[in-house]
C-alpha cells in the first residue's frame, strides 16, 4: 500500500490551502456579482429584443386569456364607484361628459389613448438603450416587474371600465366617435380582455416613462414634459371612460413596488447608477504617472 495521501491524512478534510483557495474563488465571485449589480454591463440588442417581444407575448398571452367575468368585473365596478362617491371624489363622469362635447379634442385623447401607450414606452427603452446603458437594465427591471404585478391584479380582480358599467352613464368615446385604433371597442374587443383594468397600466408605464426622463434629461424643458405626460395621460384615461382613477393609484402602487425591488437586486436605485458601466469607464482612463516623474525626467532632458 502507498503513502496516505494528504487528504486521508487529515480524516477526509481538503488541506488548508485547499480550502483557501476554495474560499478565495467564492470571495471573488461574489465580489464580481456584487460588481454587476452595482455597475450593471452594457446591455446586448439581440438579448434585449428577444426579452421584450418574449415579455410582450406573455402579457398579452396572459391578459387576454382571464376569463372576463363580467358580471364579478360589473361587481367590483360598483364597488370602486361606491367607494369614490363615498369619498366626494368620483369625478369620472363628469369629465368623461366635459369632454366628449369636444369633438376635436376627444378625438385626439382616443388616438393618444390608443398609441402613445406603446410609442413612448419603447422610444424611452431606445433611449435609455443607447444613451444611458448602464443604467438601462435597472429601469427595463422596474417596468417588467410594475408589468408582472399588473397581470396578477388582472386575473384576481376582473373590472369593468367605466364605458362598460352597467347603467353607469359613461360614454364609450371610441365608439362614439369612431376612432380606429383602441382595443376598447370595435372588432378588437374579441381579442383582448375588456375587463383587465385594475391596475392602469396606462399610469403605471407612462409615470415609469415620465420619471426617468425627469431624472436623467438634461434640457429642463425635456423633463417638464416627462412629469407632464402622467398627468396628461391621467386626464385621458378618466375622459375616455377607460378606467377609474382608482386604477391609476393601483398602477402608481405597482410600479413602487418595481421600484423597490430594483432597488433591492441592484443596491442602489436605477437612476443613481453609473450612466455608463464602470468597467467601460475605467478602460478609456488616461495612463497617469506620479508628477516627481514627470519632474525627473524633464530634469533629465535639460542635462
Not at 414606452?121 to 417596468?143: C, H, K, M, N, S
Not at 386626464?235 to 382608482?246: C, K, L, P
Not at 391609476?248 to 430594483?262: N, R, T
Amino acid at each position: 500500500m502507498g503513502e496516505p495521501t494528504e487528504i486521508q491524512q487529515n480524516g477526509g478534510r481538503m488541506p488548508d490551502g485547499a480550502t483557501r483557495a476554495a474560499q478565495t474563488r467564492t470571495a471573488a465571485l461574489r465580489s464580481r456579482v456584487r460588481e454587476q449589480r452595482r455597475s450593471p454591463a452594457r446591455p446586448r440588442i439581440w438579448f434585449e429584443l428577444a426579452l421584450i417581444g418574449l415579455s410582450y407575448w406573455i402579457y398579452s398571452l396572459v391578459r387576454n386569456a382571464v376569463p372576463e367575468q363580467e358580471s364579478i368585473a360589473q361587481k367590483h365596478a360598483g364597488w370602486i364607484w361606491d367607494f369614490e362617491r363615498a369619498l366626494g371624489v368620483a369625478v369620472e363622469r363628469s369629465v368623461n361628459h366635459a369632454v366628449d362635447g369636444v369633438g376635436w379634442l376627444i378625438t385626439g385623447m382616443n388616438y393618444y389613448y390608443a398609441t402613445l401607450h406603446f410609442v413612448v414606452t419603447i422610444g424611452v427603452l431606445v433611449w435609455l438603450y443607447r444613451r444611458q446603458p448602464g443604467r438601462y437594465g435597472a429601469a427595463r427591471t422596474v417596468l417588467f416587474i410594475t408589468t408582472g404585478i399588473a397581470l396578477v391584479g388582472f386575473y384576481f380582480f376582473p373590472l369593468a371600465p367605466p364605458r362598460l358599467m352597467t347603467d353607469g352613464g359613461f360614454i364609450d368615446t371610441v365608439k362614439t366617435h369612431g376612432t380606429w385604433g383602441s382595443m376598447a371597442s370595435g372588432p378588437a374587443t374579441h381579442v383582448s380582455n375588456q375587463y383587465a383594468a385594475m391596475p392602469s397600466m396606462h399610469i403605471g408605464w407612462s409615470l415609469w416613462c415620465g420619471l426617468t426622463i425627469f431624472f436623467l434629461a438634461r434640457a429642463t424643458w425635456v423633463r417638464v414634459l416627462g412629469l407632464l405626460y402622467p398627468v396628461a395621460t391621467l386626464v385621458v384615461i378618466v375622459a375616455t371612460a377607460n378606467h377609474f382613477w382608482m386604477d391609476a393609484v393601483g398602477g402608481i402602487v405597482c410600479l413602487a413596488v418595481g421600484f423597490a425591488a430594483a432597488r433591492l437586486i441592484y443596491h442602489a436605485w436605477p437612476y443613481r447608477l453609473p450612466r455608463v458601466p464602470a468597467r467601460e469607464t475605467s478602460e478609456e482612463k488616461p495612463v497617469t504617472v506620479p508628477e516627481q516623474w514627470s519632474e525627473s525626467s524633464v530634469t533629465a532632458g535639460r542635462r
